[in-house]
């Protein structure tokens, strides 16, 4: 199993250019989940998903777009990237809700 | 008032060491507790689950607090490799959903 894989591992922007974060898992698990990670800040939770076809927004979905069209991928989409945007995003799989995450090893991205 | 809130650290200790973390959380009607290591530039992966009696893994103590609503992880005779930081990490009954602390930095030195 590769567990989840997320591309690309880093990535550079401009203020206003849009691009799409991808998420894949291969454990056959209903949750999916994107968190961003800042400096002093704990992870948080930017959408979720609970199965194919059925997302949600999470406590930052400002500026995001998530679609869940199989089980096993969940792409994030930033819709127009500002310098607020720049972070480690990780991806994340579980077998339900509130149990053990398993993580990809996470997007580092600059917008300049 | 952060919903789960970390000492941030770092705590520098030596090899051989006892050292202990605690975590506060502010909702009482919170399901269930983690923690979670992340080594610098890496993911977070599960270090461990509390539960309400305590338990332990190794080295590796966790114990919950209920009515003081915390949590806390003792790790004995610390190795070189325990550097990281340590994240807790609580599930909120309402909504379901888990709130990550800012982490805890922990060095370990020869």
């Known amino acids: 199993n590769a567990g989840v894989t997320q591309t690309p591992k880093f990535q550079v922007l401009k203020t206003g250019q849009s691009m799409t974060l991808q998420c894949a898992q291969d454990?056959?698990?209903?949750?999916m989940s994107w968190y961003r990670q800042d400096p002093g800040m704990g992870l948080r939770l930017i959408h979720y998903s609970v199965g194919a076809g059925i997302t949600d927004q999470g406590e930052v979905p400002n500026g995001y777009n998530v679609s869940r069209s199989t089980t096993e991928d969940f792409p994030l989409r930033l819709l127009s990237a500002a310098p607020s945007q720049t972070s480690v995003y990780f991806c994340?799989?579980?077998?339900?809700?509130?149990?053990?995450?398993?993580f990809g090893p996470g997007t580092r991205l600059l917008v300049l | 008032r952060k919903e789960v809130e970390q000492d941030p650290g770092p705590f520098n200790v030596p090899e051989g060491a006892t050292v202990a973390f605690n975590c506060t959380y502010s909702?009482?009607?919170?399901?269930?507790f983690f923690w979670y290591r992340q080594d610098c530039r890496k993911e977070p992966k599960l270090l461990m689950s509390?539960?309400?009696s305590g338990n332990e893994d190794g080295r590796f103590t966790a114990q919950l607090n209920r009515a003081s609503q915390y949590i806390s992880l003792l790790i004995r005779d610390s190795k070189l490799s325990d550097s990281a930081t340590y994240l807790c990490v609580v599930n909120f009954r309402e909504g379901n959903k888990l709130v990550f602390g800012a982490g805890t930095i922990l060095r370990v030195k020869s």
């Open positions: 909702n009482s009607a919170s399901q269930s």
């Open positions: 994340a799989s579980s077998y339900w809700d509130g149990e053990t995450q398993y």
């Open positions: 509390v539960y309400s």
């Open positions: 454990m056959n698990h209903e949750y």
